[in-house]
């Protein structure tokens, strides 16, 4: 599967634009939270980009990161799952998917109760993401866009 328009826009809601390189949590950003760039080269301090390379830099990520690691998990998932998911692993990062609760929950119980998957989603929640996970879990669980 790929991500939807829906959940680009999501993620974009989610990240707020930067045009200019930031402190994040474990290093340099820019554009919609974007830690390296296409090449592997790392964001540094002083780094800009306009509007249309901060979206081509995310659309990089989505697609050869996010989506990959989304896909060989062997979930079978609606779309609207699927963005939510990709808003997920963008922020938390493929290394903390691999390992989250959510991704447990969704490879070993075949219908998961709406608690259990608010607090997987919850599990990271910190860092002022409480809403983004509420909103994340919420539309995980809708059925149509």
Not at 16 to 31: E, P, Q, R, S, T
Not at 90 to 110: D, E
Request: net charge neutral.
């Amino acid at each position: 599967m790929k991500t939807s328009d829906y959940g680009i826009n999501l993620i974009i809601s989610f990240e707020g634009l930067n045009l200019k390189a930031y402190w994040d949590v474990n290093g340099y950003a820019i554009g919609y939270g974007t830690h390296y760039y296409p090449d592997g080269t790392a964001v540094k301090a002083g780094d800009t980009c306009t509007k249309e390379q901060a979206k081509e830099y995310m659309l990089h990520h989505i697609r050869h990161e996010v989506e990959p690691y989304i896909n060989n998990k062997g979930l079978s998932l609606r779309q609207t799952q699927y963005d939510a998911l990709s808003s997920f692993v963008y922020n938390i990062g493929c290394g903390n998917w691999a390992g989250s609760r959510l991704l447990k929950l969704l490879q070993q119980v075949p219908n998961p109760t709406d608690d259990d998957l608010r607090q997987a989603f919850l599990q990271y929640a910190g860092g002022g993401n409480y809403n983004r996970r509420i909103q994340e879990y919420e539309h995980f669980k809708k059925k149509v866009l």
